[in-house]
Structures are given as C-alpha cells and as structure tokens.
C-alpha cells in the first residue's frame, strides 16, 4: 500500500509564474489535509478537503491560493503568482476519515527566484 | 479557534534517560491526539495516537492523555542519539470539526 504521494518533490518558480502542487492520497483515504512549513517554524494548517468538498480553508491566504480534491485523481493545490514570501516546504496528509491518524507525504519544496 | 501549545525547547537529556514532552489544547471536546516525529529536512511521522483518557505505550514510546486538565504528554524511555528530533503535538475534533490542529513542536536533544 504506497504511502502519501506529493510531486514534485522540488519546484523552483519564478516570481510572478503559477505553481501547481499534488497530492495523492494513501489508497482508501478521503481527506487531505495542506500544511505550510517555513524553515525553522512549525506546521501552518492551509485548508482540509474531502472527495469534491473544501471543509475548511480558514488557513489559506485569500488571494492566489485554491485548492481542489477531485472526484478521481490527485488533490492540487494552486498558488498564481508567486512571490518569495511563498517559499516554503508544502506537505499534504490524508486519512481515512476525520478525527483518525493522517500521514503525511515527504512535501514540495518550492523555492521563488 | 482551537490551540494547541508546546514549549519549544530545546529538550535535552542524556543518553538513556527519560524524555518528558508537554501539550496542552484550548477546546475542551477535543476527542483524538497525536504525536508525530519531524526530523530535519524531513516531513512529519506519525508515532503514537490517543483517543481516551490514562496511559498508552507503544516500544520505548507512551503517550497519556488527561482530558480534565486537557493535557498530553509523550514520555521516550531510554532515550537514544536518533531520537533527536522535533516531536509535534496534533489535535482533532471538538469544536471545530474535524480539523487537524498542530502545536508548535518541542525539539528534542539527546546528548551522548
């Protein structure tokens, strides 16, 4: 059973392009949640999505940022028009349900040139 | 608004000794916990969960969970040089859903 898979696993942008992160959930897992992570700092929840449905997104900066969980394929999350202040470690995790153990991916390290 | 709240540390302890890690959360109904591991460079690894109150081990690691003073607490015995890490504290449930809500982290040093 593979774990949390996120790609890519590096991607550098430069400012003012698109990034486009995915996250597939561990098989049988119908919530994800995104996490940010600056260097050095701890975990800053973003939004939590289940198959078709933003539960919550009371984390996600108001502008540039979306996130979607479709009915079939990965989770994406989308941030337009990069800016430095954006560089980060961006990890997803799924569960099964809510309220149970979720596991995380080994993340996307976007870096803003 | 839930939070969750650890002491950032650094922990250090020698080499075999106990390692104690403290978190308190804010919502009162919170109904399940979770410890992970976080190392350097790396993505966060889930090593215990508790969901009732009293005491759960698992190997060298035991989480306990009181709900009354709304505390967890992860204790490592015999703590070794790979232990070294940064251990978050999780929380979900309660009032808001079903949100997973992370403290802080404490890192941890275990000195040789």
Redesign the interface.
């Known amino acids: 059973n593979a774990g949390v898979m996120q790609n890519p696993r590096h991607l550098v942008r430069r400012r003012g392009q698109e990034a486009r992160l995915r996250c597939s959930p561990m098989k049988g897992h119908s919530?994800v949640?995104w996490?940010r992570q600056l260097p050095e700092?701890?975990?800053k929840?973003m939004v939590?999505l289940q198959k078709e449905n933003i539960?919550?997104e009371?984390g996600m900066p108001k502008e540039r940022f979306s996130a979607e969980f479709p009915k079939e394929g990965p989770s994406i999350l989308r941030i337009q028009q990069v800016v430095r202040g954006d560089s980060a470690a961006y990890?997803c995790?799924s569960?099964p349900?809510?309220?149970?153990?979720?596991?995380?991916?080994?993340?996307t390290r976007l870096t803003v040139v | 608004q839930k939070e969750v709240e650890q002491n950032s540390g650094p922990l250090s302890v020698p080499e075999g000794a106990i390692a104690s890690l403290n978190c308190t959360y804010s919502d009162r109904v919170s109904?399940?916990f979770?410890w992970?591991r976080q190392y350097s460079g790396?993505?966060?690894?889930?090593i215990m969960?508790i969901y009732s109150n009293g005491d759960k081990e698992d190997g060298r690691f035991t989480a306990q969970l009181n709900k009354a003073s709304q505390y967890v607490s992860l204790l490592i015995r015999d703590s070794q040089p790979s232990d070294s890490a940064t251990y978050?504290c999780?929380v979900?449930?309660g009032n808001?859903?079903?949100?997973?809500?992370?403290?802080?982290?404490t890192r941890l040093m275990v000195k040789p």
């Open positions: 919530h949640y996490y700092e701890g975990l929840f939590y539960i919550d009371s990890f995790a569960s349900w809510g309220g149970t153990e979720a596991f995380f991916g080994q993340g | 109904q399940s979770f992970y790396k993505s966060p690894e889930l969960s978050l999780a979900n449930g808001a859903g079903n949100m997973l809500t992370f403290g802080g982290g």
